[in-house]
C-alpha cells in the first residue's frame, strides 16, 4: 500500500502561485496513477487533476485548465500541482490520491487506493 503526503499549502493573494507535492512510501508507486482533488468548505469534493503511470495522459477540471499542471517525479517518489494564477474560488483543503491501476481511468470518478491528509490552500482577494 503506497502512503502520501502533502504539503507546500498556505496563504496566497489573488493571482499568486504555489506548488504542492504529495511525497509517496512504497516500491511500486511509479506504476501508480496520481490525482489531485480538493474539498472546499460546505462543498462536497471535486477532482482536479489526474496523471497517469507514465505521464502519458492527463485530465484536469475545467475550472483548472491553463492554471494548473499536474507533475510527478519517479525517482523521486513525489507528484506535484503548480498553480498559478489562484483565485479566492481555489481555496481548499488539497488531497492527493494514487491508484494501482496506472490508468487515470478510476481517478477521473474518484476513486483510489491511497489518500493524503490533505494541505490547506486559501486565497485571498
Known amino acids: 500500500q503506497v502512503q502520501l503526503v502533502e504539503s507546500g499549502g498556505g496563504l496566497v493573494q489573488a493571482g499568486g502561485s504555489l506548488r504542492l507535492s504529495c511525497a509517496a512510501s512504497g516500491r511500486t508507486f511509479s506504476s501508480y496513477a496520481v490525482g489531485w482533488f480538493r474539498r472546499a468548505p460546505g462543498k462536497e469534493r471535486e477532482f482536479v487533476a489526474a496523471l497517469s503511470w507514465n505521464g502519458g495522459a492527463t485530465n484536469y477540471a475545467d475550472s483548472v485548465k491553463g492554471r494548473f499542471t499536474i507533475s510527478r517525479d519517479n525517482a523521486k517518489n513525489t507528484v506535484y500541482l503548480q498553480m498559478n494564477s489562484l483565485k479566492p474560488e481555489d481555496t481548499a483543503v488539497y488531497y492527493c490520491?494514487?491508484?494501482?491501476?496506472?490508468?487515470?481511468?478510476?481517478?477521473?470518478?474518484?476513486?483510489?487506493?491511497?489518500w493524503g491528509q490533505g494541505t490547506q490552500v486559501t486565497v485571498s482577494p
Open positions: 490520491a494514487a491508484e494501482r491501476s496506472g490508468s487515470t481511468y478510476y481517478i477521473l470518478s474518484g476513486r483510489g487506493d491511497s
